[in-house]
């Protein structure tokens, strides 16, 4: 089993809940006002049946027109064409904006037309049941005329590979996946677990629905990580995206992988 983080770059958002890239070479904080400040990385995951995303991105492209994440696919020897499955940790824009793409006829197509979307019901229907800046609906209109949605519910067991965990926490529908080959495990918290720091000090964060159960959610993961050896996938991370956790004299370590 191979991971790839697709980095997507650094991005300031504020509350109109715009991504606009920032370069710290470039760019000051002082200028970006009531911003926050974040790495925007799906992960690939190539398996012995599968050839898996988890979570799309922001969607954008870069300056010849192309997908980053078909961009970023391509750069790692594969073909976003041959992904079979895409996992859906939630539906906020900055996560599901690669879902589909707008092609050269100005149309929304599916950014991995071959693959099944796996997503939380109760996250579905959130987003069109209580508007929100943070929901696009109309990306999710595209997918859901592709009949490419596989809907799931709870926790349980998705296929011999995959197991899901319905979560809550940052969404009220946020779920996790643990993808399992041989005796080895990836753990995708998407953003009950996005930034490795966020097991190093311990904070409640005000951008979590739940911020408390948030946090207790990321120290149980961490936990866990470190019993069982887990490879952890860090979507929000400016480094160590792809690390493995050890917890020692009560506190948290990172591994890089």
Known sequence: MKAYALTEG??????????IPFDPALHQTKDRPGSLFIYVQPFLIKTKNNLIVA??????KNDQGELLIHNNIRKAGYNYQDVSLVLMSHLHFDHSGG???????KKLQLSFPN???????????TAYSKPSRSYKTELFDVVQR???IRFVEGSGQFNDEISFELTGGHSEFHQVFKIKEDSEILFFGGDVLPEPEQLIRKFIAK??????KSMELRQEFGLQAAKENWTCLFYHAKLNSISKVSFESEQFKLLPV
């Open 10 to 19: 650094s991005y300031s958002v504020d509350v109109s809940k715009e991504f």
């Open 55 to 60: 979570d799309t991105g922001l969607g954008f």
């Open 99 to 105: 879902m589909v793409y707008e092609d050269e006829n």
């Open 115 to 125: 693959a099944e979307y796996v997503i939380q019901r109760g996250e579905w229907e």
């Open 146 to 148: 592709s009949g490419s």
């Open 207 to 212: 951008y979590d629905l739940d911020g408390r």
